[in-house]
């Protein structure tokens, strides 16, 4: 039986409750027990995870995807479609193709080679039929392809009695042996056959689909599968069986078939043994910012390293890293850091919301900027536009939404708004003429400590000595345009240093530096020099380390 699709966070009343929850109602409360071990699957707490159990109802979370429960289908669809209802049938197409292409990039699973009129096919029999009808028809269509291009065969360990001698004889076996059995050889020996764990997991992913589809389409696609898996021994599969599948060259191009396998073993309850998981389910919070992360990925050129990474302790000796969503680093440096957040965000509330201060933490860690992107589409944040908010200090804050309503429309394998490349590349871009500033500000400050140097030692030979030129256009450019730079660098390092590298720091050397043209006797002027040759020194230790 397929019950209607929930929504994230919807809620679910028991049978006993039906009038409370929009009539969005739980069949049968023999359900629950399995609702709590599927929990159990996902979290450690039996009454939240991919449901929260209440006393009177049950209420979806972030999880979204299916499950067959004692003969029930349920299903959680994302919650930015929540407002399309059932009958429309356009939109949750539309959301069913969204949620298949953004499992593509995140998972790998090949969607977008597909053609335009065979993916929509996929998501009406998903949306028709239910999530499950549309997994089992890409496992069976995407291994079918696979095997017309040549079956997968490997070399499997073989031990067996024969009436020749072949391969490796097993000794210890043989000489355990009676006299009427001494006819044949105990012997190990490596097959090339197909009948292999990899052609065993794919064989029982067909048996168990071809079991639960109601599809016309899909009972064709697997009956073929089954026909060509004759010679495959049927195996329990175990999930340590599925662990041990590794991929190489020669069976690289199995992969995506079998992970839609597992997906449909997992969500059809085909995985034997204790503990066993069943149901297929993928947080969007996770999922949300696993597509964002290899969008970016791709947009940016090699040079740039994107990876979920720590950047250090909010709280010192707390041992807690910190770790934003997406970390853009270049020469192994942080450029920018990007937060994904899939919720409900006002705008008018924007600025007064823990995000903003969350991301405000980060870039004063890791002294850089911060892009926050925000999920949009109709009824779901339709208001939100780009923000730049900047603090006090310097630091920005880039808002952006994601209009998820175009992934499903866009062409390519991945989707990036052109307002998100734009503000990253503008980010990145002010990020690299800032880092150009300073390299030259530390090339200035070393030829201005060797001439300062050079000046006190004359002085202490001579009496006299000729002054340095230390004003140059860098640092007064730095000082100008990047005041901000001193109070990051003021962040980042502690006595004896911070006092040197705060923005009245830099100007106390300015100050030092004209004092120059008004002292006269030598002893003060190799004091002043020794004073701003330790500020600079200071400085330098600083920039050397950004």
Same mark, same amino acid.
């Given at each position: 039986?397929?019950?209607?699709?929930?929504? &994230?966070?919807?809620?679910?009343?028991?049978?006993?409750?039906?009038?409370?929850?929009?009539?969005?109602?739980?069949?049968?409360?023999?359900?629950?027990?399995?609702?709590?071990?599927?929990?159990?699957?996902?979290?450690?707490? %039996?009454?939240?995870?991919?449901?929260?159990?209440?006393?009177?109802?049950?209420?979806?979370?972030?999880?979204?995807?299916?499950?067959? +429960?004692?003969?029930?289908?349920?299903?959680?669809?994302?919650?930015?479609?929540?407002?399309?209802?059932?009958?429309?049938?356009?939109?949750?197409? /539309?959301?069913?193709?969204?949620?298949?292409?953004?499992?593509?990039?995140?998972? *790998?699973?090949?969607?977008?080679?597909?053609? %335009?009129?065979?993916?929509?096919?996929?998501?009406?029999?998903?949306?028709?039929?239910?999530?499950?009808?549309?997994?089992?028809?890409?496992?069976?269509?995407?291994?079918?392809?696979?095997?017309?291009?040549?079956?997968?065969?490997?070399?499997?360990?073989?031990?067996?009695?024969?009436?020749?001698?072949?391969?490796?004889?097993?000794?210890?076996?043989?000489?355990?042996?009676?006299?009427?059995?001494?006819?044949?050889?105990?012997? %190990?020996?490596?097959?090339?056959?197909?009948?292999?764990?990899?052609?065993?997991?794919?064989?029982?992913?067909?048996?168990?689909?071809?079991?639960?589809?109601?599809?016309?389409?899909?009972?064709?696609?697997?009956?073929?599968?089954?026909?060509?898996?004759?010679?495959?021994?049927?195996?329990?599969?175990?999930?340590?069986?599925?662990?041990?599948?590794?991929?190489?060259?020669?069976?690289?191009?199995?992969?995506?078939?079998?992970?839609?396998?597992?997906?449909?073993?997992?969500?059809?309850?085909?995985?034997?043994?204790?503990?066993?998981?069943?149901?297929?389910?993928?947080?969007?919070?996770?999922?949300?910012?696993?597509?964002?992360?290899?969008?970016?990925?791709?947009?940016?050129?090699?040079?740039?390293?994107?990876? %979920?990474?720590?950047?250090?302790?909010?709280?010192?000796?707390?041992?807690?890293?910190?770790?934003?969503?997406?970390?853009?680093?270049?020469?192994?440096?942080?450029?920018? +850091?990007?937060?994904?957040?899939?919720?409900?965000?006002?705008?008018?509330?924007?600025?007064?919301?823990?995000?903003?201060?969350?991301?405000?933490?980060?870039?004063?860690?890791?002294?850089?900027?911060?892009?926050?992107?925000?999920?949009?589409?109709?009824?779901?944040?339709?208001?939100?536009?780009?923000?730049?908010?900047?603090?006090?200090?310097?630091?920005?804050?880039?808002?952006?939404?994601?209009?998820?309503?175009?992934?499903?429309?866009?062409?390519?394998?991945?989707?990036?708004?052109?307002?998100?490349?734009?503000?990253?590349?503008?980010?990145?871009?002010?990020?690299?003429?800032?880092?150009?500033?300073?390299?030259?500000?530390?090339?200035?400050?070393?030829?201005?400590?060797?001439?300062?140097?050079?000046?006190?030692?004359?002085?202490?030979?001579?009496?006299?000595?000729?002054?340095?030129?230390?004003?140059?256009?860098?640092?007064?450019?730095?000082?100008? /345009?990047?005041?901000?730079?001193?109070?990051?660098?003021?962040?980042?390092?502690?006595?004896?240093?911070?006092?040197?590298?705060?923005?009245? *720091?830099?100007?106390?050397?300015?100050?030092?530096?004209?004092?120059?043209?008004?002292?006269?006797?030598? &002893?003060?002027?190799?004091?002043?020099?020794?004073?701003?040759?330790?500020?600079?020194?200071?400085?330098?230790?600083?920039?050397?380390?950004?």
């Amino acid at each position: 039986m397929n019950i209607p699709p929930f929504f &994230e966070h919807e809620k679910i009343c028991y049978p006993h409750k039906k009038d409370t929850c929009n009539g969005k109602v739980l069949p049968d409360e023999r359900l629950i027990p399995l609702i709590r071990e599927l929990n159990k699957r996902y979290s450690k707490n %039996e009454d939240r995870g991919v449901f929260i159990l209440y006393k009177d109802y049950l209420q979806a979370t972030s999880y979204v995807g299916f499950a067959l +429960l004692r003969g029930h289908l349920i299903q959680v669809l994302p919650k930015i479609y929540r407002n399309e209802l059932e009958p429309d049938e356009e939109k949750r197409t /539309e959301a069913t193709i969204t949620f298949l292409k953004m499992l593509d990039i995140a998972y *790998g699973l090949r969607v977008h080679r597909l053609k %335009e009129r065979e993916l929509m096919k996929v998501a009406q029999i998903g949306v028709q039929n239910g999530l499950h009808e549309a997994f089992i028809y890409l496992f069976g269509k995407t291994l079918l392809d696979e095997i017309k291009r040549g079956y997968y065969r490997e070399y499997v360990e073989v031990q067996s009695e024969e009436t020749y001698l072949r391969g490796k004889l097993l000794l210890s076996r043989q000489i355990t042996k009676l006299p009427h059995q001494r006819h044949t050889f105990s012997v %190990e020996y490596y097959d090339f056959t197909e009948d292999n764990l990899l052609n065993q997991i794919f064989y029982a992913a067909t048996v168990v689909a071809l079991k639960k589809t109601r599809l016309h389409v899909n009972k064709k696609l697997l009956g073929q599968l089954a026909s060509l898996f004759v010679d495959v021994t049927p195996k329990r599969i175990l999930r340590s069986h599925i662990e041990r599948v590794h991929f190489t060259r020669l069976n690289e191009r199995f992969k995506v078939p079998f992970t839609l396998a597992v997906i449909v073993l997992f969500g059809l309850g085909g995985i034997s043994g204790t503990g066993a998981p069943f149901g297929f389910f993928v947080d969007m919070n996770t999922l949300f910012q696993r597509y964002i992360e290899e969008a970016i990925r791709r947009e940016l050129s090699p040079q740039y390293v994107v990876e %979920e990474a720590g950047i250090g302790e909010l709280i010192k000796n707390s041992s807690k890293e910190v770790v934003p969503d997406v970390v853009i680093k270049r020469d192994g440096r942080i450029r920018l +850091l990007v937060e994904v957040k899939y919720k409900k965000i006002l705008e008018k509330t924007l600025v007064e919301s823990r995000d903003v201060y969350q991301v405000y933490a980060y870039s004063r860690l890791a002294d850089t900027d911060v892009v926050l992107i925000y999920p949009k589409r109709r009824d779901f944040n339709e208001k939100l536009t780009k923000q730049e908010l900047e603090f006090f200090d310097g630091h920005r804050v880039v808002v952006l939404p994601f209009d998820l309503s175009e992934i499903a429309s866009h062409k390519g394998d991945v989707f990036l708004p052109e307002e998100i490349k734009t503000s990253l590349h503008t980010l990145l871009n002010r990020k690299e003429k800032q880092n150009q500033l300073v390299n030259a500000l530390k090339d200035e400050i070393k030829e201005t400590i060797q001439k300062i140097e050079d000046s006190i030692r004359s002085l202490r030979e001579k009496n006299d000595g000729e002054m340095p030129s230390i004003l140059t256009k860098h640092y007064d450019k730095l000082l100008k /345009e990047y005041p901000m730079l001193w109070s990051k660098l003021s962040a980042k390092v502690g006595s004896p240093d911070e006092g040197y590298v705060t923005l009245d *720091g830099a100007y106390a050397i300015l100050r030092l530096i004209n004092t120059l043209d008004y002292v006269t006797e030598p &002893e003060s002027k190799r004091k002043i020099l020794e004073e701003i040759k330790k500020r600079l020194e200071a400085l330098l230790r600083v920039l050397e380390n950004q």
